[in-house]
C-alpha cells in the first residue's frame, strides 16, 4: 500500500532509512523545522538549515522515488529567544514560494510560556499575509491539555485563518476531540516511548472515525521509528479494517490536505 509520511524529520536520518521508506510504500513525506537538537545562535544557522531543507534534502528523497516537501520555522522550542525568532521571521520570505515548501510550521508552544505565544501569533500574522499553510506543534506530556487549549484559542481568535488549512499535531486522547471539532485538520504521532502507539492511534480512528485524521512518525534523531506508519497499516489490517478505510488515513487524507498548497506537485504513482 501507498501511504505518505506528513511529519518526519529526515535530516536526521540515514539515506538507508529513504531507502527503508520506498522499499515499505512511502512515496511523500513532509518535513517540518524543528529544534536542532541545541538552540542555534544566529539567523545564519537557519538560513543554512532552511537551504538544506529546501535543496538538498529534495534530492536525497528523489534519489528513493520519494517527493521530499518541507515547512518553514522558527520552532516553538528556541521561540522563547523573541529577538532571534523576529530576525528568523523576517528572513522567512525569501523561502516560502521555493518549490516544495507547503506552509510554516511546526509552529505552537513547548513549555507555555508568554514568549514561545507571542512568536507564535506572530507566525500566523506571517501565514496570513502570505497564504500559508500551517502546521502546529502540540507541547510534550504534562503541558499538552493546556498547550492545546491556548494554541486553539489563539487560532480561533484570527478570523482570517481557514480551520481546513491548519493541521494540529501530536494529538492524543484527551486532545483530539477538541481540534477536530473546531474543524482542524488533526495528526497523531507514533512514537515508541511517548505520544501514540500504533494500538492507540488505530483505537482514536476507531472512534472518531477517518475524517480530518492524519498519521505520521514525526522520526527524528531520539527514540522514534521512520517506519512506524507501516506499523499502524498493520495494526489496522490485524483488527480487519478494510483496505480502502486504511489508504484514507495514511494516502488520501494527506494528499487532501496538502493539496491545498501551492508548492505541493505530487504525482500519483501508477498502481
Known amino acids: 500500500m501507498y501511504y505518505i509520511d506528513p511529519h518526519i524529520h529526515m535530516v536526521s536520518r540515514t539515506t538507508d532509512d529513504y531507502e527503508t521508506l ?3 510504500g512511502c512515496v511523500a513525506v513532509s518535513e517540518p523545522a524543528f529544534w536542532a537538537g541545541y538552540d542555534r545562535g544566529s539567523v545564519a ?3 543554512d538549515y532552511f537551504e538544506q531543507l529546501t535543496r538538498f534534502e529534495s534530492q536525497r528523497a528523489a534519489d528513493y522515488g520519494i517527493l521530499h516537501t518541507t515547512w518553514l520555522c522558527i520552532n516553538a522550542k528556541e521561540a522563547e529567544n523573541v529577538t532571534l525568532s523576529r530576525e528568523v521571521l523576517a528572513m522567512l520570505p525569501e523561502f516560502l514560494d521555493r518549490p516544495g515548501v507547503l506552509g510554516i510550521g511546526e509552529i505552537g508552544l513547548n513549555k507555555n510560556t508568554r514568549n514561545e505565544a507571542i512568536v507564535f501569533l506572530e507566525h500566523l ?3 496570513m499575509q502570505t497564504d500559508e499553510q500551517l502546521l502546529i506543534h502540540t507541547p510534550h506530556l504534562e503541558d499538552k491539555y493546556q498547550g492545546t487549549r491556548m494554541i486553539l484559542q489563539m487560532l480561533s481568535d484570527d478570523r482570517r485563518i481557514h480551520r481546513d488549512r491548519v493541521l494540529v499535531d501530536h494529538v492524543e486522547e484527551h486532545t483530539v476531540r477538541p481540534v477536530l471539532e473546531q474543524g482542524f485538520w488533526a495528526g497523531i504521532t507514533l512514537y515508541p516511548v511517548s505520544k501514540c502507539t500504533p ?7 476507531e472512534l472518531y472515525g477517518p475524517e480530518r485524521l492524519l498519521v505520521n512518525s514525526a522520526g527524528d534523531w ?3 521509528k521512520p517506519t512506524a506508519v507501516p506499523d499502524f497499516i498493520l495494526e489496522m489490517r490485524r483488527r480487519g479494517h478494510a483496505e480502502q478505510a486504511i489508504r484514507r488515513v495514511v494516502y488520501e487524507n494527506p494528499l487532501e490536505f496538502f493539496s491545498q498548497s501551492r508548492g505541493f506537485d505530487f504525482t500519483p504513482p501508477v498502481n
Request: glycine content about 10%; cysteine-free.
Open 199 to 205: 494500538q492507540r492511534a488505530v483505537d482514536i480512528i
Open 45 to 47: 544557522g537557519f538560513r
Open 125 to 127: 500574522d506571517l501565514a
Open 22 to 24: 520506498a522499499k515499505m
Open 222 to 224: 531520539g527514540p522514534s
